[in-house]
């Protein structure tokens, strides 16, 4: 008797293929494994299982892993039209059926795909064989491969004898027919190019290679596009516009300008087709279709219909239907109506071919107004109190739009030269340019830059040879490969390294290998949905659809099967997910569609909505309501939760917040750039400026006259941080942009070495120390070597998620449920016979973790309300259980926002807590009995601030005082006394208001206080601790910084102080130059010299503390001032699980996650035994 078969059996085997290149190898390695995903649909699937994963029967298939066949000894080669990549069961038992299908085994032959043999599947679509045209692709199989027989649990036998299954084959052959044949032009393809069609020469934008402001890399088209508003509903108006400088369209917004709602379909009788305008511009074509027909168009997952008098347009990604009217009595029709999933209506109405006015879903009007020739020179939001202002638009003669003007008057200018943009300037004042190969619309670009050389590029074409050659302003060369088609089929980035792409006939992304040669796949549907991919390490993930090409079933790479299941009458609305653990979340609609119930476990949450589809009312399982209030744009004006004050909002005509008023009455205000960027932020303690490149990203911020500022360099990249101290942190970037060397605040150096992807594979450290990193296909670390013998190794499911961390010291093992969750860990020595240490958990439905316990003895139980919220702890140790002693326990209460306000365990004691309007708490009690041993009262100011303690039994109070930037800087006690922190402008703290008690290197480096000295190894880990002053080096270096007087003049030369020679020191810490990568070795080295004479007298001696630290940063040991030696283990997770005091005891720890739950000290021979203390 056999193994029965199951999915996830792997499939080795050799098939024969002719190839048409010499040396005519016939031979190619079939390596898959037996995967049906026909067998998860609900109802029809599979429902037998073999140890908990699907049963495999005489007609389930498989797939191979590469995808296709990996040729041996010969170059490329022809498939001829009957290979299928595939395998089938096809052998099984005579006896034994599952499903009404005869089960098969493992460990025996199994039918895998081949140039000869008997065709077991058909697929839809001619196919020439010979001299005939046949209707049906057949795929031809052979018995040439075996199943592996590797068990997946106790083992299920299935007996012989195995037999051809014919019945099987059969019901195979005609299941392939009906899957490929759903859909009446399924998988028919229609590339026609419209040759009369106006519009830009673009794939999606998903296909698409944009770079700098924005230039389409491949073609050299400029693009132009923003979203100049936004009205907020759950089938939302978003006014967006791309101009493209290849487009001559001329439409509502001017030449070469598409918006999104500036839709149409254009008949085209003399080319038999008909073309669609889709949001982005770009007009595909489908047939022309008469009355009643319709054409499913692949590439965009569009179905187009045409009736009567009109077109209705699917998509099949949003679910979406777009309904296009006969306007103008021959040959276009125009969108009017946008129809969401859930029935939901956007309608445009038109005056001949020009939009008059936009209504949504709820009611809310955008009217347009025109010019003479129709252009839109206006869009305002109707309302009970008139029309605000949304965007306006003027053109020149030539109907190009030269400015955009939003609400607030704030305007981009545009320059054009024959309808090509050759200069734009935004709100904020920055300009950027284009230069083309001609003048006329079509034109290539081949120059572009902004003010001061920013995002400056330069692209040349060489479309013959099918490569382009684009500079950036950093003078990297990257090289883009593609087809005529304009498909991107290979990137080299200025390194050499390559990253390659393959595409379906459809122009969907089918292979992606990367420069270390990690290769991606995809599989799809006869729709174009995406049905699998496969990873660089051979897993799978599957997704499956139902006939309305919705997603119906998801299988990860673990082989957890989510379910997704829809209403019968509104087909698009999701009904149900269910989860691999067989939790179901449920949701319920409205009558518009909208979300009004969420169920899952029994527990209910319930959503109202006011007349414009604004979500009013969160209702939980306790009747707390959180609630909200809108103004007439959508926008939200308050938020009202359980208990607490409200929160308040106010917004400018851009619809960008402007004044935030929170629940503890502190009022935020901010101010804008010309965009959405915050230059000022104010409020009762603070007020922050910021600034930005002209790209948006973050270049200055200062608070209280002190500034940081970022350094990028011309494409936007990162290259220093100056801190308040004018210390800086520097990047150096190789061609490529990625970091090759961090320089920090206090110049200690790191340098990176990488691999053909970008991965880190060598860091280079101070003093020649170092970590190598190794990867797996997926990026991920699977083993870290450090240059002190230390090492660190990790390992993966097939999610990504860890399974094993291993060092020299410990290993740890994690088990994992379906949904992830972490249900055993164990701790061993992987020494023979060490079964090491458990903690097992187990989780609800809701993923909430209800029982621990530990191989030491803890047994702790949780139990949880509706709302997911610990409710009852339940703590038991083996000697509680052996002395018969009531286990530890706490009840928690809570108030409706889920905080705790009362806490009842074990001993009769009672904590309790109060919280203002703010949320803050202003009470905690203790009591036991009657009597109260502990009461503490809060009192806080804006921004949570904590500015007193009473201790009320005693009335003592405690005062803390904070600095301008908000840190805590003083503490007055009940007895009149004061600590104080007291940060400087980088955080540096001091205990005295003159800031002279404290000595502090750069980079923030403690080197002086009251009672120490302190002194660092060449990685900036503290070292030595000594009453001795063995940081006078340091400490005269920074006190010399500090006394050193500013000079000034406008012309250098007349600061006439000495420089300092090359070969010292503060020759290389001048901060006017810029120094060469020679001088940054001398400095190296130089620095390393200083640091060794140095470390010769910063010994250890007696009344010292001195520290010792692994290769990962762990601290390795301490030695105190009497000469004990306390050493630390840790695990590959970076907890402590061991500290070794001399040689006298051990203390031993055991974490759960990142919480310690077991301690323990012991000498040799010792057992460890566990106790709960008072608290828990």
Known sequence: MLLADNHFTPIIGIDIHFTTMPPFNPFHPYIGIVIDPADYIPFI???????????????????????????????????????????????????????????SPKGYAVMTCNDIGMPLSLSLGKT??????????????????????????????????????????????????????????????????????????WLSKQLCKAGFEPVNLINGAVIYEGTDFEIQSP????????????????????????????RCITLFPEEEALGLRLEDGRIVAFPLLEEGDDFYLRQEKITLTRFENHFQAFDHTSFTTYIFDHYNGYNEYRLTQIIDRAGLTTRLYLKGNHLFMIEDCAGRKIKAYTDHTGLITQLTLLHEKGEDTLISYSYDQDQNMVSITDALQKSTQIKYDHHLMIEKTDRNGQTFYWEYDGNKTGAKCTHTWGDGGWQEGWIEYFPEKGYNLVTDANGAVTTYYYEPNQLVTQVTDPLGNSHLTEYTEYMEVYREIDPEGHMTGYTYDDFGNKTAVVYPDTSVAHYIYDKEQRLSITIDPQGNQTTYTY??????????????????????????????????EGNRSVLEYDAQHNLICFIDQEKNKTQWRYNHRGEVLSVQSPGKNPQTFIYDVLGRITSIKGADNNVTTLLYNGYDEIIEANDQHHSIKFDYTPMGSLKMREENKTKVFFDYDKMEQLVSITNEHNEKYRFTRDKAGNITQEEGFDFLTRRYQRNANGWVIRTQRPHNNWTEYQYDALGRIIRAHHNDGTWESFAYNKLGQLLQAKNQDVSILLERDKMGRVIKETQTSDFKDDQGFTIISEYDRNGNRIKMTSSLGADLQNTYNKKGLLEKITAQTNTLKEAQKQAWEAQLKYNALGQEIERSITGGIT????????????AQKVHRGHKDTYHRQYIWNANHRLQQTINALTGGQIQYVYDSFGNLASAQYEDGSYDYKLPDEVGNLYKTKEQKDRVYGKGGKLLKDLNWYYVYDGEGNLRLKSKRNVAHTQIQKRQEEKQKPAKFSFFIEEITEDKPKRGELAYYLQTDRIYTEKEKQEY????EKQEQQEIAYQQWQQGDWEYNWYGNGMLKSVKKPDGTVIGMEYDALGRRIKKIIGNEKTNRYLWDGNVLLHEWTYSKGQEAETSVNELG
């Open 567 to 600: 209403k019968k009458k509104q087909k698009y609305l999701l009904n149900s997910i269910i989860e691999p653990d067989n939790g179901i979340t449920q949701f319920d609609y409205n009558a518009q569609g909208l979300i009004s119930e969420i169920s899952k």
């Open 45 to 103: 699937g599979a429902t037998v299982h073999v140890n908990g994963i699907k049963r495999g029967v005489s007609d389930t298939s498989g797939i191979i892993i590469p995808l296709v066949h990996i040729p041996l000894f010969t170059p490329p080669w022809l498939m001829t039209p009957i290979i299928g990549h595939e395998s089938m069961n096809f052998y099984a038992s005579q006896n034994v059926y599952a499903d009404g299908t005869r089960l």
């Open 235 to 262: 089938n939302p108006i978003k006014w967006e516009r791309k101009w493209y400088s290849d487009s001559a369209f001329n439409g509502w917004l001017g030449h070469g300008v598409h918006c999104n709602y500036d």
């Open 128 to 201: 020439k064989i010979g001299k005939k045209m046949l209707p049906f692709a057949p795929t031809l199989f052979a018995p040439t491969s075996f199943s592996i027989p590797i068990p997946t649990g106790l083992p299920v036998l299935v007996g012989g004898p195995y037999v051809p299954d014919w019945g099987g084959a059969l019901a195979g052959l005609l299941s392939s027919i009906g899957f490929s044949t759903l859909m009446k032009y399924g998988k028919k393809a229609f590339n026609h190019l419209l040759q009369n069609a106006i519009g830009p020469n």
């Open 911 to 922: 904590i309790s807590n109060q919280y203002d309007a703010a949320g803050r708490p202003i």
């Open 1084 to 1087: 190296t080295q130089l620095k």
